[in-house]
T-cell receptor, first 114, second 104 residues
């Protein structure tokens, strides 16, 4: 089954404790991206990647890191999480290199930083 | 960036009713998607519809790119249709969504 998976689905952590949210897709897609969704602000793109070793900032990259060492994986790293990073996070992938094709979203990760 | 506006913002339907959700966008596009966010937060692809009309069961969508709008039709609504419906352009510019509640 074609899908985007994220782990963990739910995470409660404390300020400053480094964490990684994994994202994997099995569709051989070139384009992958991360979003956060906040009430009243909608979905905003954090980072995106057009291919292996090619990543770039989205609209709200501060406080986040990403890497793309393999085509299928695109982890999101919070080196020192803060309470304002409490949010619902989505990973997505798309077949074309620029993200202009149909996007497929993962199930989401609810992160709470206390 | 491209502005995306959805209407209505909120909608309450009785089970079995039909509805039309609208998405207007500020510039010509060749990429538009409709999503359903269920009460558990999952974003589910409904349609990738840069132009034309598509149907999937009780749902259908039409995009008129030259007039910068798209419509999502829900027929014979069910309680499981409840949630928030988003349209998005290039998956970067999301509308604020239409929150739908279908009551038994």
């Amino acid at each position: 089954e074609a899908q985007v998976t994220q782990n963990p689905r739910y995470l409660i952590t404390v300020t400053g404790k480094k964490l990684t949210v994994t994202c994997s897709q099995n569709m051989n897609h070139e384009y992958m991206s991360w979003y956060r969704q906040d009430p009243g602000l909608g979905l905003r793109q954090i980072y995106y990647s057009m291919n292996v070793e090619v990543t770039d900032k989205g609209d709200v990259p501060e406080g986040y890191k990403v890497s793309r060492k393999e085509k299928r994986n695109f982890p999101l790293i919070l080196e020192s999480p803060s309470p304002n990073q409490t949010s619902l996070y989505f990973c997505a992938s798309s077949g074309g290199p620029t993200g202009e094709d149909e996007q497929y979203f993962g199930p989401g990760t609810r992160l709470t930083v206390t | 960036g491209i502005q995306v506006e959805q209407s209505p913002p909120d909608l309450i339907l009785q089970e079995g009713a039909n509805s039309t959700l609208r998405c207007n966008f500020s510039d010509s596009v060749n990429n538009l998607q409709w999503f359903h966010q269920n009460p558990w937060g999952q974003l589910i692809n409904l349609f990738y519809i840069p132009s034309g009309t598509k149907q999937n069961g009780r749902l259908s969508a039409t995009t008129v790119a030259t007039e910068r709008y798209s419509l999502l039709y829900i027929s014979s609504s069910q309680t499981t249709d409840s949630g928030v419906y988003f349209c998005a352009v290039y998956a970067l510019n999301f509308g604020k969504g239409t929150s739908l509640l279908v009551t038994p």
